[in-house]
């Protein structure tokens, strides 16, 4: 037993001096590995690259930062590169400010970035109010050194003065003029009996969420060369066109004889709602060559109210319709084209016009009335099978009539009207060009009436007039 026994140690020790020097090597060999791990590019010529040598942001109004912005830096060797320190070369009185790597920061030191690696830069900006009235040009740079070696990514930003209304109760009445753009944040209301004009050529922009209330009167005096517009306040090119970015205009209960002309409305959750009870002797508001389009929900929505329209385009309106009208009220539109179709933006999914005269609540119908709407010379078109619903119910139903209109709609429509199911045929709805081509049925086939000229401020004949908001 003993000599087994002694024979397993011997065994075991033989073997333990065998692998020992096979262990020190293996360690050696590992420490030499860890410690490439760590050897950084020391050449002073070596220089990092940048995804973008300038980082451009679009006008940016004073006081309101802008939204963010980024750039990458890569390490294009096969060692490990140590950036010895990044910065604003504007220090703590830049109006620019940067994250680096995570860190919200004027400069950092030391920044290790590994072989064939990147790390981002975001930058954002603010802009301190001036007297200027032009836009104004804000510059700085990022500046890098790396073994001694300095590079730099500048920064460009353009300001923008503005009139700002945060939170706002107009108590008096207001003209607006034509100077500088107008910022509205956090919403404004127009009093009672309070009447806002505003100029040809004046631009409103909105917060996120901001709502304009209308308990007065808004009047909107654009013209064909100087349209009025209303959109959102970022105007990167991210924004352009997306639906969402500000609340919309309410013609609030008792507030009647608004007028916009030649107003473009975009980029909104609702373009116009007129939300009343009570009809007056005069519409709550009306539209006269004006332009709704990239609304998440309507472009016009009324309850119970008193809208008229002449002139007018209203398209690419998400969630619910173009127009959209619950609980009845009194509608005219004259000359209006409205047409929807799915986008990046929007989910077409319900006809651009519905009409109803009640509204459910826990499974009960209400009624306030009749829903009393004429469509003289109107389009109705768009990218569903069906493109007009009529919901009428109860005693009060609804009279809808369409006089002379091109709709794609296979409802029964009132014995009083008079229309046509044909391609209206658009220049481009891609490129959203909703004037009317060379052949349309639409062309010459319009109820002459008392318009004189069309959305784009061009003549109509005496004869019979085009159907829709475009004369061709």
Known sequence: MYSEQFQFTFAVVTKMKFFKPLFIILCFALSIVSCRKDVFIT????????????????????????????????????????ISSIKLAGGDQSHFRINVDGISTIEANDVEIAAHDSMYIYAAVTVDPNNDANPFVIEDSILFETNGNNQKVIL?????NAHFYYDSVIVADQHWVNDLPYVIINSMIIDSNVTVTIDPGCRIYNHPHSLIGV????????TAADTVFFRGDRLENYFQDLPGQWGGIIILPGSTGSLMEYTTLQDGDIGVWADDSVLYAQPHVALKQVVIKNMTYAGIRGISAWVEGENTLVYNCGQNNCLQVLIGGKYRFTNCTFVDYSNIAINHQDPAVYLSNYFTADQVNYFFGGCDAKFENCIIWGGLDEELALDFLGTAAGDAIFDSCCIKTDSTLSASSTWFKQDPKFISTT??????????????????????VDLDGLARPLGHIDIGCYER
């Open 43 to 82: 050449d002073t010529s070596v220089k990092i690259n940048f995804s973008k040598d300038t980082l451009t942001f679009d006008t940016v109004f004073t006081s309101i930062g802008s939204a963010t912005r980024f750039f990458k830096v890569f390490n294009p060797y096969s060692k490990k590169i140590k």
């Open 156 to 160: 460009n930003a353009w300001g923008q």
């Open 215 to 222: 308990k007065g009167k808004l009047i909107v005096n654009g």
């Open 431 to 452: 490129n959203e060009n909703y004037r009317l081509q060379f052949g349309s049925p639409c062309v010459g086939s319009g109820k002459t009436n008392l318009l004189t």
